[in-house]
């Protein structure tokens, strides 16, 4: 989640799930800008809290059963909020639960920085109307030679590369909405042929729209559809590309089936192309055994301005036309060893899931799930499934690349 401005109410976020990514965001006059409930891991970038009564609440239950697992909270301020953090760990405590991690956050008339369990003050804050920078501090086990430690209190900081940075704070990029290029600049995969009905040979018509629409300035609309392709998919430099509520771009067929030599599904960029790409809402898949399928690889070269993915996602199996399902795939029981000879062959959904190589330079990927299925998600109850891919994200690229 990103972009996003609050204003008021008792808890104007209120937050429970497995891991997220959030960022920038705007809360003012709530009783609590962001209560935590229970996650297992939580990144907060480039918040702005200002006029709250707490900003980060993640005291839930109490502190001999918090269902907080991890927040990391960077790159962040608040301002005139009289508790920065209230937490429910406790110094001595021998669980793992309850993991804070603050780098880069800045407080402006802010009284009690962290509290703690007890009412007890981990970290003072700032004197009336004064200011405080906090470089980095974490509680929770410090994991050392000699075992976990308890701690609460500043840690050694990162080391941040001046290349990854923008000012003081890692870069950023914001999902492009293109609310001022007028419709007639935007180019249809419907329109240009495409049936996206999951079954058609889509690559040809796809193919033909990107090239045409990087050749005459224009976006690349992908309708709502499942569009299945043979051959890979070849992204020109200087596309933008939005997809229409998560349309699939799914290999199929023999091109993709030898592990041996694996194939891209969808190729950003080849070798030693340069400018810049912009990628959103869309999913990129795997139909049936595609032991050679490499869901996405990346290779344009980006300089002055950072390419950017947001919102895109490669899921391999698990969902209606995968033929990657519970029929097709049903889960190993777990007191059978997995071994090269008893492996389902064709349930072999991917090669690997993303691929940026080492010629790659200048990307910025938010929110961008790669993901292996390991339940049915059209199953009633998410039943488990066995699906196999080889790799998930091989990152040979060594700089400028955001996560």
């Known amino acids: 989640m990103s972009d996003l401005t609050f204003n008021g109410g008792q808890n104007a976020a209120f937050f429970g799930n497995q891991q997220f990514t959030v960022r920038n965001f705007t809360i003012s006059n709530a009783d609590n800008a962001i209560n935590m409930v229970w996650d297992w891991g ?18 839930n239950i109490s ?13 962040s301020s608040i301002c005139n909020t009289p508790i920065g953090v209230l937490t429910s760990h406790a110094a001595n405590a021998t669980f793992t639960n309850g993991i804070l991690v603050l780098e880069n956050v800045k407080l402006q008339n802010v009284p009690t920085a962290i509290q703690g369990a007890g009412n007890t003050t981990l970290l003072p804050g700032t004197t009336p109307g004064g200011s405080l920078s ?13 075992g976990p430690t308890s701690i609460a209190g500043p840690i050694s900081p990162l080391t941040r590369s001046p290349l990854l940075l923008d000012g003081d704070k890692f870069y950023e990029r914001s999902k492009p909405q293109y609310a001022d290029i007028p419709a007639t600049r935007f180019l249809s995969a419907r329109t240009a042929g495409a049936k996206g009905d999951g079954m058609t040979d889509d690559h040809g018509a796809l193919q033909a729209l990107l090239l045409k629409a990087a050749s005459t300035g224009c976006i690349v609309f992908i309708d709502s559809g499942v569009y299945r392709i043979t051959q890979t998919l070849y992204i ?10 998560y349309p699939v771009i799914m290999s199929s067929g023999l091109f993709f089936a ?24 869309t999913i990129v898949a795997t139909q049936g055994a595609q032991a050679g399928a490499v869901g996405i690889e990346w290779n344009i070269v ?5 390419s950017g993915m947001w919102d895109v996602h490669v899921r391999i199996g698990g969902f209606a036309g995968s033929n990657l399902q ?43 799930w790669l993901w292996t299925a390991d339940h049915d998600l059209d ?22 690349v955001w996560l």
């Open 42 to 59: 939580w990144t907060f970038k480039s918040m702005t809290i200002q006029n709250c009564s707490i900003g980060l609440n993640m005291t």
């Open 63 to 75: 502190p001999s059963a918090q269902t907080v697992g991890s927040v990391t909270f960077v790159d």
């Open 134 to 146: 906090i470089q980095t501090w974490a509680q929770g086990h410090s994991y050392t030679p000699d």
């Open 236 to 245: 020109p430099p200087e596309s933008k590309i939005v997809g229409e509520a």
């Open 258 to 281: 030898n592990m041996q030599n694996p194939q891209p599904v969808v190729q950003v960029g080849r070798n030693g192309e340069a400018g810049c790409i912009e990628w959103s809402d």
């Open 302 to 306: 980006s300089e002055a301005r950072p």
């Open 326 to 368: 519970l029929a097709d795939c049903p889960a190993t029981p777990p007191d059978i060893p997995m071994t090269s000879a008893n492996i389902n062959e064709t349930c072999i959904g991917a090669h690997t899931s993303m691929h940026v190589t080492s010629g790659a330079r200048g990307l910025y990927m938010e929110n961008v």
């Open 379 to 400: 199953d009633p109850v998410f039943t488990n499934i066995t699906i196999y891919s080889g790799r998930g994200l091989n990152m040979q690229a060594d700089s400028r």
